[in-house]
């Protein structure tokens, strides 16, 4: 992060706590739709092998226990609702604490392994979009019955809706699937994924969610997990994988636009993961971090979910150095790098 960025992100911050009041968060509630990089346990209450609700996934985070988030600590979007303004964080729909109360906040549907592409769920057993939009739908009924009617439908347009999704659908289903990649090329599956997309907004759009963030792909040949496997023995992020990923956040943008030109009262921010992800992982001395290549858990090269677990020989002691906390999720000090990223581009989204 240059001076400038850090100058202009230290004022927002100074300014959302001017306007955080008396703890009242800057909106009524946040939800979460999306995959791994924003799962805080709803893949703990499936029959997926897509978890991380063991050590030493969790082991930054409060209390130091696993809560089924695929990190040492907390994800961007933790850092994110600390930032608007929340003492906790809006509950994983599946767990016993998505009740009464703590609903009043928003709600988080994510699952790790899901995507824009109803097939990459499936093949992880995990919450397809679809499915997380019917248990959104499920939310308002219960909402509803907690707060009332008109209470409920001030919650549901002025809250804001974050969603992240597209790098399962690349990285654990296109790129190592020959039903995909042998039929589709890189630019026409992202097309799919595109109509996907489409179709997702328009119907949050119709369950009236109004402020929508959505998170750019980041750069998925910079993950260590890709590398090792298609890197060809290089240590260095594969440019097939990246230039794949900026074609893909190119059409989300323009896509992003036409919605919210089309859709009245639609407000939707593209918030870039891809730069300030690239820029950490091909400077990590610059921006505080030790290592870019290998990741905490295990060799650093590969581990992900059940391959990074207790036993995993050769886990770093301080995770904070590293970019990379697994294979393919960043640590909690990337994180709040981003997070601080999302606070400046999103901050529209907020007043």
């Known amino acids: 992060m240059g001076i400038s960025q850090f100058l202009l992100t230290s004022f927002l ?12 968060p800057l909106v009524p509630a946040l939800f979460i739709f999306g995959d791994s990089v924003v799962d805080v346990g709803n893949n703990n209450h499936l029959s997926t092998i897509v978890k991380a609700n063991f050590p030493p996934y969790g082991r930054d985070f409060i209390n130091h226990r696993p809560t089924g988030r695929f990190c040492n600590g907390k994800l961007a979007s933790d850092f994110t609702a600390e930032n608007l303004g929340f003492t906790t964080y809006p509950p994983a729909y599946l767990t016993k604490k998505a009740k009464g109360n703590n609903l009043l906040i928003g709600a988080n549907f994510a699952s790790g392994s899901s995507g824009y592409y109803e097939t990459t769920a499936k093949l992880y057993d995990a919450i397809p979009l ?15 019955g907690i707060a009332g009617k008109s209470n409920a439908s001030s919650i549901i347009s002025g809250s804001i809706y974050l969603v ?3 790098s399962s659908d690349f990285a654990q289903n296109y790129y190592i699937n ?8 890189p630019d026409e599956f992202s097309d799919i994924l595109i109509q996907s997309y489409v179709k997702f907004i328009q119907d949050l759009y119709g369950l009236g969610a109004r402020k929508i963030g959505v998170t750019t792909l980041p750069p998925i040949g910079c993950l260590p997990a890709a590398i090792t496997l298609f890197g060809s023995d290089s240590n260095e992020c594969v440019t097939k994988f ?8 190119n059409k989300l943008n323009a896509t992003s636009q036409g919605l919210q030109n089309r859709l009245s009262g639609l407000k939707i921010v593209v918030l870039d993961i891809y730069q300030p992800l690239y820029n950490i992982v091909t400077d990590p001395a610059d921006n505080g971090f030790f290592e870019a290549r290998k990741a905490c858990c295990g060799t650093g090269l590969l581990e ?3 391959l990074c677990n207790a036993k995993s020989v050769g886990t770093c002691a301080n995770a904070s150095e590293y970019v990379f906390w697994d294979g393919f999720h960043p640590s909690e000090a990337t994180n709040k790098i981003l997070a601080d990223d999302l606070l400046t581009s999103g901050i529209s989204l907020v007043f």
């Open 13 to 24: 911050l100074d300014v959302l706590v001017l306007y955080v009041v008396n703890g009242q």
């Open 130 to 144: 679809s499915q997380q939009l019917q248990y959104f739908k499920e939310y308002q009924k219960k909402l509803v």
């Open 164 to 166: 992240s999704a597209g």
């Open 178 to 185: 020959p039903l995909l990649y042998k039929v589709y090329t």
């Open 242 to 249: 990246n230039k794949d990923a900026v074609s893909f956040n």
């Open 304 to 306: 992900t979910s059940i």
